[in-house]
């Protein structure tokens, strides 16, 4: 079965693009991890698949899988690459789009200047919606990982994240302890892990360790996380300056009941075809 992609990150987080609406598609896992090796296939963090939409309300439908081959909810900088993606190869002309996921419908718009701008929808904190299990729903909860207790704030965006803060992000231990949290028994479905270095009220540093991909370069949905969980534990005010290891993104958080809104940009690197 041969297969049209395009290639496309966003800060260095990187996707295979695949148009499911004008091209047929069933990928096994064991398909999904040799398209993501990147020595045996194109080499990538997830794979994006737009479907047709399911039902009147929205423009498309949104898979995601990790470089493991395993399903996931959400992708942040994936659905920024979503957006230029449809509309590049004229799949629409609409510049906001709102897509189906498995975790909820997003609305991802691009900007005159070419960033696009995500509407992330509403992040859930409760412990039983990460899910993460826990007796109490407070802000800050500790988590023994190892011989060592680290503080937490758990966060889903549709995804779960875990995030943690730390003197100085560059020497944080995110090889040492990202599998650790990501596989701990307190998350059922597992979780990401971030990494947050507070600068000032209004910016941070982050790096997080993604479930089923390993440390990225960055993640949209992580910087949404890693926000929310800072203005909760009153470290930060909105709009904040994410830093990743592959550049800035522009998050903003108004609080309780309000979406999350993410800025970034997404790139096309290349397209091709690959037989599977």
Known sequence: MKIRFSKMHGLGNDFVVIDAVRQSLYLTPEQARRIADRHFGIGCDQILIVEPATRADVDFRYRIFNAD???????????????????????????????????????????????????????????????????????????????????????????????????????????????????????????????????????????????????????????????????RRGLLESPVRVSTRGGDLLVAWNGPDQPVAMTGPAVAVFAGEIEI
């Open 69 to 231: 081959g395993g399903e996931v909810e959400q992708c942040g900088n994936g659905a920024r690459c979503f957006v230029r993606f449809v509309h590049d190869q004229g799949l629409t002309d609409k510049r906001e789009i709102r897509v189906e996921t498995s975790s909820g419908i997003i609305a991802p718009r691009l900007e005159a200047d070419g960033e696009v701008t995500v509407d992330m929808g509403l992040p859930r904190c409760a412990s039983a919606e990460i899910p993460f299990v826990s007796d109490s729903d407070a802000v800050v909860q500790p988590l023994q990982i190892g011989n060592h207790e680290i503080d937490i704030s758990v966060v889903s965006m549709g995804n779960p994240h875990a995030v943690q803060v730390v003197a100085d992000v560059a020497a944080a231990a995110v090889e040492r302890d990202g599998p650790l949290i990501e596989n701990h028994p307190r998350f059922p479905r597992r979780v990401n892990a971030g990494f947050m270095q507070v600068l000032d009220r209004h910016a941070i540093r982050l790096r997080v360790f993604e479930r089923g991909a390993g440390e990225t370069l960055a993640c949209g949905t992580g910087a949404c996380a890693a926000v929310v969980a800072g203005i």
